[in-house]
């Protein structure tokens, strides 16, 4: 695995647990010395049990030497970041290439190089390009195999995909892929092969199309809001119907996280690219942008327009519950925003302290839910902690005008509002 972040450690871990012997290797020396020293640089649910374990039986080695773990192997993974360029927010392929480079040099057999980092259609060809500038053709085989796995259910994903999608244009190559999956086709996961571009877009297309769920459902809270009806019973009825499904109709606050925002304007770009207007993609990546704005509105609202000198209490604060990613959390917008009209903020979440907020004076860290809403005016619920879930509002404060706005959805209007508190959720 060359990256050893949330893709490559999980991917890596895993493959290992399968009895694989497995490569982890980044040029971050001190990622690699933590792991060496069975410390994990993620929060991953399951993660640290199957890292220790298969460390331990010397069926995963981290390293920071890549050309030893390139020469000792024989399928090798691109598994490093693929973040937005500054200049027109297309995939920076730096990473990708520079990798590609480095690994051509020790190519001392058949390789197999995959790319399970995110990329726009065509890198393979371009991988190949570059790496057949150092050795023959004959030697290695660039193929796709996006990876789906989501942040917090990780190693669950791992282990039971929905899919597993590889794009090759070499059959032999699929059939070795596929015999390395084995192990999880046989518990149920369908192998999906197709060529090795069709597996580029098949990413992000899949990413796209779970953000305009997500956009949509928001889009139409924002609907229910104004028209007194609730959004959940609107989600329910939606989603009962099996062409449309249940899953990634909640809505919540602006979609974030380290791979949607960047994905969907990777897609749109990619499409101007070939002068194909992927209109849809582009109006969801305007709609979540607005949404943001949208929730910063309505917390003004709900403080009478009186942001200044309020105490307010922030749980959870990365884009989504059970990881420390806070890559895009719209808690980064959310927490200056309110800090700079005068704020005092405590926050609190179960992955830890976020050096994010480390320059503001009125932002804090606290080490628990009822440290931070000690003293509250208002008790805004931005991740889905499970944590979050039962919380005693009474019992946490004292404050007879308390506002708690939920965007989350946890808690019933009703109930809430015959515990005499001033209650705001999304969509209802
Ligand atoms: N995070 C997710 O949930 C997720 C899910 C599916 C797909 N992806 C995709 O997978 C890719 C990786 O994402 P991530 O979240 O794991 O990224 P990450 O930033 O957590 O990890 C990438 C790692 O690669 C290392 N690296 C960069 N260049 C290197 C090189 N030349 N040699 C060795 N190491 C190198 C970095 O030091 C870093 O540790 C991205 O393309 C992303 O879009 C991510």
Request: some cysteine; hydrophobic content about 35%; overall charge positive.
């Amino acid at each position: 695995m060359i990256g050893t972040g949330y893709v490559g450690l999980v991917s890596g871990a895993c493959f290992a647990d399968l009895g694989n012997t497995v490569y982890c290797v980044d040029k971050d020396k001190e990622k690699i010395n933590k792991l060496n020293k069975g410390i994990i640089p993620i929060y991953e649910p399951g993660l640290s049990e199957i890292v220790k374990k298969n460390y331990l039986s010397q069926r995963l080695i981290f390293t920071s030497n890549l050309g030893d773990a390139v020469s000792k192997s024989d399928i090798i993974f691109l598994c490093v970041g693929t973040p937005s360029t500054k200049i027109n927010k297309s995939a920076d392929l730096t990473y990708v290439f520079s990798a590609a480079k480095e690994i051509a040099k020790y190519i001392n057999k058949f390789k197999v190089i995959i790319t399970k980092s995110t990329v726009p259609v065509t890198t393979g060809d371009k991988i190949e390009k570059i790496i057949s500038q150092k050795k023959r053709k004959k030697l290695f085989e660039v193929i796709s195999n996006p990876e789906f796995l989501r942040e917090g259910d990780a190693i669950r994903d791992f282990r039971f995909p929905d899919r597993i999608v590889v794009g090759s244009n070499n059959a032999k190559v699929t059939k070795k892929i596929e015999f390395l999956y084995e192990p999880l086709i046989k518990k149920g996961a369908t192998f999906f092969s197709t060529n090795r571009r069709g597996a580029e877009i098949i990413k992000y297309a899949s990413n796209a199309f779970l953000a305009t769920k997500i956009s949509y459902i928001n889009e139409i809270a924002n609907l229910c809001e104004k028209t007194n009806v609730n959004i959940e019973d609107v989600s329910i009825g939606m989603g009962l119907d099996k062409r449309i499904g249940s899953r990634f109709l909640r809505a919540g606050p602006a979609y974030g996280g380290s791979c949607f925002p960047k994905d969907t304007i990777a897609l749109a770009v990619t499409g101007d690219d070939y002068k194909i207007d992927l209109s849809i993609i582009k109006s969801v990546i305007k709609s979540n942008t607005k949404r943001k704005t949208i929730l910063l509105d309505r917390i003004k609202n709900i403080l009478s327009n009186k942001i200044k000198k309020k105490k307010i209490a922030i749980l959870g604060v990365t884009f989504k519950p059970n990881t420390d990613d806070m890559r895009e959390s719209s808690s980064l917008l959310l927490i200056p925003y309110l800090e700079k009209n005068g704020a005092f903020i405590s926050y609190y979440d179960p992955s830890g302290k976020k050096k994010n907020f480390d320059k503001f004076k009125k932002v804090s860290f606290s080490k628990n839910v009822k440290e931070a809403c000690d003293n509250a005016d208002l008790i805004i619920i931005h991740t889905e902690w499970d944590e979050f879930k039962s919380i005693d509002f009474k019992k946490i404060s004292k404050n007879k005008n308390l506002k708690i706005y939920d965007m989350r959805n946890l808690y019933s209007p009703k109930k809430m509002k015959k515990l005499g508190f001033s209650y705001y959720s999304i969509g209802r």
